[in-house]
């Protein structure tokens, strides 16, 4: 309780003019910042050519011709497809399981509050941007050359990008852990160690859950690209059949990544709910 | 023994929590520590437990053992809280874990970390349930904690002390969050497995009825300092009257101000809890001799909602 008033608590009288003086302030406050952010958007579609409307209209009548050519979708080569699928299903996986046991070491030196000493902390930062800072595509080219064609150069990719976005996620929500249970483990006598372990794992497992799910349905997405570059999965045939303008062969493929995106985007809805 | 000596803790940039506090506590007694929000309980429950480290002085644990200064996750350290256990005002469980599993967090000090991976062992489960028995929730014990009521979650937490064996039980108002009813049953729950174990209990109370029921020997703190140690009915009007900083005089004249509008006229919350606590501390101090029973629970409930 706090200490006992003895003089009459005298609450200070608001001004109202004031306040509605205040409240009319931030109504302009708010438009104001509206109108700056309007602003850099049309600056930004200026600079990127988005106004140009002869441009637009150019291209539209390509885009029509083109979508016309892809109608309707051939699925004659199916069965050719059912591996390269398989592939891309495999190697988000593959790919988010070696995001994931990277991430954990790495997040936990990664997180101020379990990390042994700043200058780990700083380290492991520094090795998570840079991860993140290198596109899945540009990796998986570094892969197919050092490990060759197939979907072996898309796990890696894959695994490698995530570990710095999914670590990232990992040290930060073990910074935002409630405190007191941590304490209340270390209380008993807990080496540091037991108190991660005990206090901090716990309470971070839900969003780790979450981000590695959402990470593995990214990654999915990801994989039917990574083909493109020679890392193996559905991605490689798209596109071998836009090089040789199979367009109704590309609208098939792209309808079937479509469900499988779509199945993909609900198995993780369905998991991540349970893991709340 | 737990002996504190000299001990002052300072908070930066200026706080003095604890100030010169000289302390010893023997095996068995059930002591309570009484004063203010801010007087320097929980810093001094803290410093028993080297949660805290004093700023100055020393804080000497069984053996004779110097405890402060040591690195924060020192070997020795870990023995000594292993057996001082914590039971603390908001549980600080692990709410999305279940009871038993709570209970297993006590049981730690002393285990090499690769255990946690392993499955718990017969011998530790038994004991983890033997410990929630004690509390009497063995049947809630593989619920999850977010499904237990405020005062089965202090069970759970006075049953991870207890699996902990401990010597001394280190009790941060403990009841504070419960209403009357359950802070007595959590209170002689408290008081019946220290004295089956011959465990010291150090507890932190605002409630000086509850101090009266339950001590055995009563510190009082203001402002960091001791101002009182010694059996409760040694407790007089005058130092309750330091403790809270009052005295009758100050509290009947807030009682009668006119500016305060008396209850149940609706009055903003802040006001209305300070004439509560106003109110039933000026009982405290104007009646020399509190009756327990009926009397005492409704001034509980009173201090409670204040």
Known sequence: ????????????????????????????????????????????????????????ADGTGDIISLTAEAMPPDFSNWKDWIRPLFDSLAMSVAGTAIAVIGSVPIGLLAARNTSPHPTVYFAMRGVLNFLRSIPELIMGIIFVAAVGFGVLPGVLALGLHSIGMVGKFFAESIEHVDEAPVEAVTSTGASRLQVILHG????????????????????????????????????????????????????????????????????????????? | ??????????????????????????????????????????TLLRCLNLLQSPTQGLVVGDDDQCLSGLNKHAPRLRQHRRHTAMVFQMHQLILRQSAVKNVLVGMLAGQLAYKSLMPNTKADLQWAMHCLERVDLLEKARTRCDQLSGGQRQRVGIARALAQRPRYLLADEPVASLDPGTANRVLSLIQKVCDQDQITAIVSLHQVELARAYAQRVIALAD?????????NALSDEHLARIYKTNQQTVNASDDHPSIPKPPTTTPKEIEDEIQLAQSVQRYVGSTVLRPGHDQHRQCRQQNQS
């Open chain 1, 200 to 276: 901090v794992i716990p309470q971070v497992l839900p969003q780790m859950a979450d981000v590695t799910i959402y990470r593995w349905e990214y990654n999915f997405r990801q994989s039917t690209v990574m083909g493109m570059v020679g890392a193996g999965g559905i991605g490689f045939e798209l596109i071998g059949s836009l090089r040789i303008m199979q367009y109704q062969e590309v609208s098939a493929i792209l309808l079937i990544i479509l469900v499988m995106v779509t199945g993909v985007d609900l198995l993780s809805g369905v998991l991540r709910n349970k893991f709340k």
């Open chain 2, 224 to 232: 960091g300092q001791v101002i009182f140690d010694g059996p409760p």
């Open chain 1, 1 to 56: 309780m706090t200490t006992i008033n003895t003089q009459s608590p005298t609450p200070p009288k608001p001004d109202m003019h004031q306040l509605i003086a205040r409240e009319r302030r931030s109504w302009y406050l708010g438009t104001g910042q509206l109108l700056v952010l309007t602003l850099i958007i049309l600056g930004a579609w200026w600079f990127a050519d988005v106004l140009n409307a002869r441009r637009l």
């Open chain 2, 1 to 42: 023994m737990l002996h504190l000596q000299n001990v002052s803790v300072t908070f930066p940039p200026d706080v003095r929590a604890l100030d010169n506090v000289n302390l010893q506590f023997r095996q068995g007694q059930f002591t309570v520590l009484l004063g203010q929000s801010g007087a320097g309980k929980s």
